[in-house]
Structure formats: structure tokens, C-alpha cells
């Protein structure tokens, strides 16, 4: 696929003129897709696609883009792409000059190319359907190499593949009641595998009793990793973006005017060198291995774009054009796993949350419900099912003084979702403990 790359781009930058500048963004998957039901394959398929987005600019500061899906086959891609360049250059002039665009002149070119050895589609699966042979399970599973790569007329070149996988299920009781697991890893793990899978059975056995509707009120609840990257995602949604902070259109922008503090076991930071997503950004420049961005409570740096650092005269460090993290990696707590259900006593565990909304953005207060798995939990054990409830909190009190504590161990979840492409973000989350959780109704 790189070689593919480089040709292309290399025939593309041969008619580029003096006085213009163009940069390649180039996405590709080669992905195998597979669809369970009854804990048996149903449906089986692969996808392969390649699109390119061009970027023409002059020394006017004008700038138009234009996105093109490819099918692979060189002499036709070649057409379909000089046709576009063609159509970029002849428009180019007629548009205002961009005072925000800001793009590497700094000739930077990497790879990083991961090994893909430690997945093998057929073993996972194999063992999936061993495991699960019993049980009523429903799910789609994803794999496959991402490829990313950037390529500018100044002769910088960017490459960057992962092999991921992604295994996003529910298993059902004879109720139709359903506990939903994720598995995902750029690794696989037989042990890890089965351990989820284990403690998704456990739960489906407490949640074939019969269900408790529970009063509204604060209660300790403890929030699984899952849950508590809906309330992460929704924090990121402008939380970290320097503009909205700047602006005052984020739910942390008293965190970042220092006005209000999370708990001091708070650290999240934008960790790549970790995550799955590329190490470069679409202009060119090249991010950070690791940005800190909340530490011990206090905000520390927002994620800043280059059109940004121009608009409000800040340094960038590299962001996307949205200033939204894709790599999320917050510090564990010391929690161990054996001990959650005697740290909540008497409360709730909350497997999964969903239909999340700000109740109160400028505050960063949230509202939503809980989903697939929630117990009531009495004396240290999960007792009994609760029906969905809604809450409705602050993160200055979820994940300020009202946080007990992080566990110890964490859990990588790369987002499943396919929309156009597969999805290269991710998130490495312990699990959460807080007093006071308000349920609303």
C-alpha cells in the first residue's frame, strides 16, 4: 500500500508549480468484517478502500480541497486525481485568501509501520466460538491493517500503519436481557479474552432475577471503564480544544481558567505513542508523543491546532483541525479489581451508559442513562438488575470531590465505529468509584 502511495503522489507532484503548494492526505483499510449470532459466523465480508484528499494552496494564502475514493487500479487513479488538480488550480483563484491557513514548511518525514504477527483472524475466531458455544452471544467483530500517510510538494513524507482488532458483543439471557463486552487490542489474548467473557457471565446470571426499581437520590456507584468513557467522550466534546476553551464554549473552561479543580488522581493526557492513531496531522506537522493535559487535577494544556496557534497568536502543539484527543490515556488509581464491590458497599454498578447530553455545558454538567447491566449492590455483592435511571451530575463532583478512587487496572477501547472508515480512536480508562452519584429519575 505505501508503494502504491508514493507512486501516486510522486506522478502528482511532478506537474506542481513553483508558485503553489499541494499536500496528500491518504486513508486506507484492508478490513475483515464478521457478524455473530447464537454464538455462530452469520455473515462474513471484507472491505478495501483507499481515499486521498488534496490540498492545493498559492502564495496568496488561498487554499481548496477536494476528497477522492480510489479503487486501486494506478492508470485510473492517476486520471481521476489529475482531473481533480486540474479542477483545484482552475478554482483557486476566484477564492478569498485563508488569513488561518498554516501548514509545515519544515521537511519531516516518518514511518512507523507496526508488526501485525499477533493477530490471526482465524484463532481469534476459533476461540470465540469455542468459548462461547453455550451462550447466546451476539456481536461483530473488525480487524485489519489502517494505513495514513501524508505527502507534501516540498518533498515530506509520512507513513503510518497499525493492525488493530475490535470485538464489540452482548451475550442474552433467556429474558432477552443482555450484558454488552468489548474486547480490543492491537494484541491478542486468549487470557484477557476469557476473563471478560467470564465476568459478562457472572453478571448475566445476577441479571436473570428479577429487576429492582430503585428511588431517585445520591447513591456510590461504581462506573466500569465503558461507562466511564462516556463521560470522558462527552468532556473531550470541546473540553480540551483550545478555541473552545478560549471561547468559552467548553464544559472545562473553569478548569482551564483554574477556577475549579478534579480530584488530584485526575491525570489525562493525549498519549499517541501509545494509541493507534498517526503521529502527524493533516498539514504536516508532527505531534507530540504525549501531551498532558489534565495532571493531578489541574488543567495543564489544551490541544491546540495550527489554524488556532494563527487565530489567537498561541503555539500549536500539532491538533487536528477539531482540537478533539484521539489517543485518551488517564493515570489508574489503586483500586484493585477484587476489592470494587467492598469499596461500593451499598450502591450501584454501572456496566454501561448511554444517550449522553450536557444538562449544563458552561458547568460541565451531564445527563444520561444507564444501560445493559446495571445491579444494585448490598453488602459488597451485586444483588439484582436495576431498571434504566437517568442522572444527572457535574464532572467537578463525579470526578472532583466526590471521586473515591481509580482502579488499578485498565482497559484499551478502541472505538468500533465504521462511519466511512474505521475509526482510529481510542481510549485507556480504569474504572471509577464516586460518592453521591445523583439519580434523577
Known sequence: MREYFERITGELFKNIKSNELLI????????????????????????????????LSNKDKKNLK?????????DRDIHTLTKTLNYLRRELPDLPKDPYMLFSTNVHSTEISENIENIDDKEMLDHILMSS????????????PIYTGLANSLGQTNWHSNYSFSFDYSIYNKNNNAIKLNYSSKKWNHEDYDSILQKGIEKLDVLSRPGKTIGTGEYRVYLEPAALNEIIDMMAWGGFSYKSNKIGTSPLHLLSKNERELNSSVS??????????????SDGFIKPEQIAMITNGKFVESLTSPRSSLEYSATHNAAGSSEYPCSIDMSAGKINNDEILNTIDNGIYISNLWYLNFSDRNNGRMTGLTRFGCFLVENGKLTAPINT??????????????????????????????????????????????????MTL
Open 24 to 55: 496528500v492526505n491518504f486513508d486506507a483499510e484492508e478490513s475483515n468484517f464478521v457478524r455473530l449470532n447464537k454464538a455462530k459466523i452469520r455473515q462474513a465480508g471484507s472491505v478495501k478502500q483507499i481515499s486521498m484528499t488534496m490540498s
Open 66 to 74: 477536494s476528497s477522492v475514493r480510489l479503487n486501486g487500479s494506478y
Open 133 to 144: 458455544s453455550n451462550l447466546d452471544l451476539v456481536g461483530i467483530y473488525s480487524s485489519g
Open 268 to 281: 489525562i493526557d493525549e498519549n499517541i505513542k501509545d494509541g493507534i492513531s498517526a503521529n502527524f496531522n
Open 389 to 438: 435511571m437517568r442522572f444527572d451530575d457535574s464532572v467537578y463532583s463525579m470526578l472532583g470531590e466526590n471521586l473515591v478512587g481509580l482502579t488499578a487496572n485498565r482497559e484499551l477501547l478502541i472505538d468500533s465505529g465504521t462511519y466511512e472508515e474505521r475509526s482510529t480512536s481510542s481510549a485507556r480508562l480504569p474504572g471509577a468509584i464516586i460518592n453521591n452519584f445523583k
